[in-house]
């Protein structure tokens, strides 16, 4: 017997499809051991001897693991074909040896980058040995990520109170994000002006110009400063009035090429722009669509490994999309030498191909009944721009006119351009991070060199300069990329654990940091410069690319990196609160005290006068205080005088800010702080009893942005979006304990944090019922003594059946797809009737607890109060201490976070 070990039990049920009886499936669910989070789990003083733990969750699998291995000839590590995968194939391996399991048994490594039948086989076929040097790059990570987590993160707590934990690469991602808000803040925006002129033809067409030169002399963007310069340019246009003619007249035609398949980073950043997708969301997703989709009876995995910075494509992937091109599309659109791409990447050597559809032939319209909606917009994603890397570049006609007075005095610029064919862009055009402008499809009616222009209105526009904007998760992603810092499986790892610590929010899709990430980040850059550096972590990353590709020791990089890390430690222990003070109070001052322009020292404590306000830390964090304490005892939290998300979100002493009046009842609309948050209420209260109508804030809400109009709109809710097109139940949406969702029926869902639940339509809300899990049911027939439906449905501990309130779960050797009517109520049987049945539930009465207790002998009632205490241990036994949850954020960076997570 054959045993093939997978980590995930979604990709083990469709390899298992496709091999014979001789193989058995397991599934190791992710990696099986990991650091515990203690000192000494990494021991620089040992050769950084690294201790392995299997925990209680793992040790089941691998009890079923061992079991298996006994009666195995041979067993194929068949994990994800990246680094990461290839360590768990090595724990799996490590533990099986330790526990003395393989004696006489062969173990082999396969890979492949698609789960199809084709390459399962052909993967099978051709094992080999561990690879050493991905494994050693593995450690490599793991044992730095420790080591920086566990070191530096104590040093964070006794120095910065409140603070969570720094991260080796979670830092340099918050670096970013914090000096971009910097940038933003000490932005001050400037005036401009544009002119622009309504043209016209002899034939009597129209279109608009710019003006370009003034005076004989080129503009500037910036040159015309303000209204009065607008005014005089205004002027000399219109005193050209009826000489005006084409100067100069160029046109030429433009290629624009496709951009290459996706890797792991573009499909994050082309998911968020388009879909709305954050990175952990779009990496759930795809998994699915990796690991198998069921089509027509036959599990299939609908796309390439998604955990890659390659972007070329197998030579039968080009072949197919070339045909299919031809075949959809017509000759025109298939280029006459196949596309080839090259990654950017120094060593890209994580998956090698790109993302692609493992079938370009089954089209997205033909799978969209099986796919739940995110995976429909996904793969439809995946393959429009993998077929669109393979059309014809698209032709654009452009053309630019100079029009002219004969003295040269002004010059008027007109540009166009017409797509004269469409290629590649008649399926996909990739999107971009920031609106830019586009003269694609203006287009200029006939002119020629000499013709003489009628001169229309002339209009002045102000504009202002803007200041830079906020990261997106795309920006961020595309960023970390360009500087090096991360690879392809940790992008979504990093943005999540920024905002699982409270670093960071998302507000409108973008990031901004809080402030104790901020007292962070200010803190690694005033002590640990060299650790929060760019390129010093993009070094360090181009380092462990050469441990996997076996060009340096990794024990020599964990050498070279400790030496000098534990001397930047070490020359924190004399460091004391007031320096530390003193170097955020320098760095984060224009933050929290800025310069209004009103003449007063931002400073200035508002109580005493004459105190300066600066920053404190105290056992919960950090906080402002005027220096006069304890004579003066004023205080507030950290945030800026009148912020929508600070200290009060922009509310007066009070903590109540009026909005206006309601029109029907006259009742006084407010925005008010409660002990759980912010809400809107209509009214005051006049009793205990009749209490006024409120709804929270939806989470990233700022109070100071609530106007009247929205308040009431939010205490409308909830409100009705539409009716179920199957079943003709309503479906609306509302704001409730745990934050904003839609309904329908006795069913919720969440509604995502950067979705808004006043304008959330009938598609999106129906895409959300459906990705609810278990929300989806089968029918298999009526129960023959009830009558009642018997449904199969997915649950989160598997699939089961349900009839009259009782469930049953299926057998492990049971296929959800293939369970029948009578295997159903086989299973129901064993659990005992229906609530509805006779002698069920409903009709049999419990026997009193009295009458049990009396029959007890006395000397036996001590007993159960033993009991009831073990319970309560064992209850307790899991919870975590507030120093479990520090050492257990601290223990490493990106973490192990497996890929089979999104099951």
């Known amino acids: 017997m054959n045993l093939v070990i997978v980590e995930s039990p979604a990709k083990a049920k469709t390899i298992n499809k496709y091999l014979g009886g001789d193989y058995k499936v397991l599934a190791s669910f992710g990696h099986i051991r990991d650091l515990p989070p203690k000192d000494g789990s990494v021991d620089p003083e040992r050769d950084f001897q690294m201790i392995w733990e299997v925990d209680g969750r793992s040790e089941k699998h691998v009890k079923e693991i061992l079991k298996e291995v006994k009666g195995a000839?041979?067993?194929?590590?068949?994990?994800?074909?990246?680094?990461?995968?290839?360590?768990?194939?090595?724990?799996?391996?490590?533990?099986?040896?330790?526990?003395?399991a393989l004696k006489g048994v062969e173990v082999k490594r396969v890979t492949f980058n698609e789960i199809t039948k084709n390459a399962v086989l052909e993967a099978m076929a051709n094992p080999r040995e561990l690879n050493r040097e991905m494994v050693d790059a593995y450690l490599a990570r793991r044992a730095l990520d420790y080591l920086v987590g566990f070191t530096l993160s104590p040093v964070l707590w006794r120095k910065l109170p409140g603070s969570r934990s720094a991260g080796r690469v979670q830092s340099v991602a918050l670096r970013l994000i914090c000096e971009r808000e910097a940038e933003i803040e000490i932005f001050r925006p400037q005036e401009y002006w544009s002119v622009a002129a309504e043209m016209t033809t002899k034939a009597g067409d129209r279109f608009t110009a710019s003006l370009t030169q003034l005076d004989g002399k080129k503009l500037?963007?910036?040159?015309?400063?303000?209204?009065?310069?607008?005014?005089?340019?205004?002027?000399?246009?219109?005193?050209?009035?009826?000489?005006?003619?084409?100067?100069?007249?160029?046109?030429?035609?433009?290629?624009?090429?496709?951009?290459?398949?996706?890797?792991?980073s573009t499909l994050q950043q082309e998911a968020s722009r388009k879909l709305g997708f954050s990175a952990s969301r779009t990496m759930q997703v795809a998994q699915r669509l990796y690991e198998g989709v069921d089509i027509g009876g036959e599990t299939v995995g609908l796309i390439t490994y998604m955990r890659t910075d390659g972007v070329q494509i197998s030579r039968e992937a080009v072949g197919a999309a070339r045909s299919l091109i031809g075949r959809d599309y017509g000759d025109k659109y298939v280029p006459e030498v196949p596309r080839a791409y090259s990654?950017?990447?120094?060593?890209?050597?994580?998956?090698?191909?790109?993302?692609?559809?493992?079938?370009?032939f089954r089209r997205p319209k033909d799978v969209a009944r099986t796919l739940e909606g995110d995976q429909l917009k996904l793969y439809e994603l995946i393959w429009k721009r993998t077929v669109a890397?393979?059309?014809?570049?698209?032709?654009?006609?452009?053309?630019?006119?100079?029009?002219?007075?004969?003295?040269g005095k002004v010059t008027l610029r007109a540009t166009g351009s017409i797509v004269a064919f469409d290629g590649f862009l008649t399926l996909y055009q990739e999107s971009r991070d920031e609106p830019a402008e586009d003269d694609e499809s203006r287009l200029l009616p006939?002119?020629?060199?000499?013709?003489?222009?009628?001169?229309?209105?002339?209009?002045?526009?102000?504009h202002f300069t803007q200041p830079p904007p906020r990261y997106s998760e795309a920006s961020l992603v595309k960023k970390l990329e360009e500087l090096g810092i991360g690879r392809p499986s940790t992008y979504a790892s990093i943005l999540q654990v920024l905002q699982d610590r409270d670093y960071v929010r998302l507000d409108k899709r973008r990031f901004v940091p809080e402030d104790r990430g901020r007292m962070v980040t200010a803190f690694l850059s005033n002590f640990f410069e060299r650790y929060v550096q760019y390129n010093f972590t993009a070094e360090l990353e181009n380092q462990l690319d050469d441990i996997s590709g076996g060009r340096i020791d990794y024990k020599q990089v964990l050498r070279d990196f400790w030496n000098h890390f534990h001397s930047a430690i070490d020359g924190t222990r004399e460091l004391t609160i007031t320096q530390v003070l003193d170097a955020l109070d320098a760095d984060l001052g224009p933050h929290f005290f800025p310069d209004n322009g009103d003449g007063k020292n931002p400073r200035a404590c508002p109580t005493c006068g004459t105190g300066r306000l600066g920053l404190k830390l105290g056992r919960n964090g950090g906080f402002i205080g005027c220096s006069n304490y304890p004579e003066c005892r004023y205080t507030r939290p950290l945030a800026v005088p009148g912020d929508g998300d600070g200290a009060e979100g922009g509310l007066p002493d009070g903590g109540t800010r009026e909005l206006g009046s309601e029109p029907g009842t006259g009742l006084p609309v407010t925005v008010r702080k409660g002990p759980y948050g912010y809400y809107i209420q209509l009214g005051e209260a006049v009793s205990k009893e009749e209490k006024p109508k409120r709804v929270s804030l939806p989470k990233g809400v700022s109070p100071a942005d609530i106007d009247l109009q929205r308040a009431l709109s939010l205490l409308s809710l909830p409100r009705e979006i539409g009716a179920d097109p199957e079943s003709g139940e309503a479906i609306s949406a509302g704001i409730g304990r745990f934050g904003p969702y839609v309904k329908r029926g006795s069913t919720y869902v969440n509604i995502p944090k950067d979705e808004d639940v006043l304008t959330i339509g009938m598609n999106r809300a129906m895409d959300l019922l459906a990705t609810k899990k278990g929300s989806a049911a089968k029918a298999l027939g009526e129960h023959p003594e009830t009558g009642k439906p018997i449904t199969l449905h997915k649950g989160r501990f598997g699939p089961y059946v349900q009839h009259d309130g009782v469930r049953a779960n299926l057998k492990k050797d049971m296929d959800s797809d293939a369970v029948s009517l009578d295997q159903a109520i086989e299973l129901l049987a064993a659990k005992g009737p229906a609530k509805g049945a006779k002698g069920g539930a409903k009709g049999k009465k419990a026997a009193p607890k009295k009458a049990a207790a009396k029959k007890a002998p006395a000397a036996k009632k001590a007993a159960p109060k033993k009991a009831a205490a073990k319970k309560a241990a064992a209850k307790k036994a899991p919870a975590k201490t507030a120093a479990a949850k520090k050492k257990a954020d601290a223990a490493g960076d990106e973490g192990q976070s497996p890929p089979w997570k999104a099951d």
Do not use: C
Not at 235 to 247: D, F, P, W
Not at 343 to 360: S, Y
Not at 389 to 407: G, K, N, R, V, Y
């Open 220 to 264: 500037g963007k910036m040159e015309l400063k303000d209204q009065a310069a607008a005014a005089r340019a205004v002027a000399a246009i219109e005193a050209g009035q009826g000489r005006y003619a084409v100067a100069e007249l160029e046109k030429k035609t433009v290629k624009r090429h496709p951009q290459p398949p996706f890797t792991t």
């Open 73 to 100: 000839d041979r067993v194929f590590l068949a994990t994800d074909p990246d680094r990461e995968g290839e360590a768990i194939s090595w724990h799996v391996k490590e533990v099986l040896e330790q526990r003395k």
């Open 343 to 360: 990654t950017k990447a120094k060593n890209a050597q994580e998956a090698h191909e790109a993302v692609r559809p493992t079938d370009l």
């Open 446 to 462: 006939p002119m020629a060199k000499g013709d003489a222009m009628g001169l229309g209105t002339v209009t002045p526009s102000q």
């Open 389 to 407: 890397s393979q059309m014809e570049s698209a032709l654009l006609d452009q053309t630019a006119a100079d029009i002219t007075t004969p003295d």
